[in-house]
């Protein structure tokens, strides 16, 4: 079984800060793409930022300049440090990653995060 373990989330002003961590764990083989996506009340789900294992990172055009995607291929763990909070960022954020397992060969299995609430107050 494989665990997404996300912290970090909570209640900032607007141009505050935040740094979320999500952590894998489990029977890992390798990890490929890791990312993050956010739902706000009312809307779909949508990506923010997603990074290669080789580090090639991609955002959302509203993030850009203010969110950085990093991650410690050691601990299998993606981070996400959000500057410039704006109450438009308020969501709840959700990590996902799209890795092989253990005796599963090629095969790649995508798993999400339980959601960690963001909220900017304006």
């Known amino acids: 079984q494989v665990q997404l373990v996300e912290s970090g989330g909570g209640l900032v002003q607007t141009g505050g800060s935040l740094r979320l961590s999500c952590a894998a764990s489990g029977s890992i083989f390798s990890i490929n793409a890791m990312g993050w996506y956010r739902q706000a009340p009312g809307k779909q789900r949508e990506l923010v930022a997603t990074?290669?294992?080789?580090?090639?990172?991609n955002y959302a055009d509203s993030v850009k300049g203010r969110f950085t995607i990093s991650r410690d291929n050691a601990k299998n763990t993606v981070y996400l440090q959000m500057n410039s909070l704006k109450p438009e960022d308020t969501a709840v954020y959700y990590c996902n990653t799209d890795l092989t397992k253990r005796g599963y060969g090629d095969v790649v299995y995508r798993y999400w995060g339980q959601g960690t609430q963001v909220t900017v107050s304006s």
């Open positions: 990074i290669t294992s080789g580090g090639m990172t």
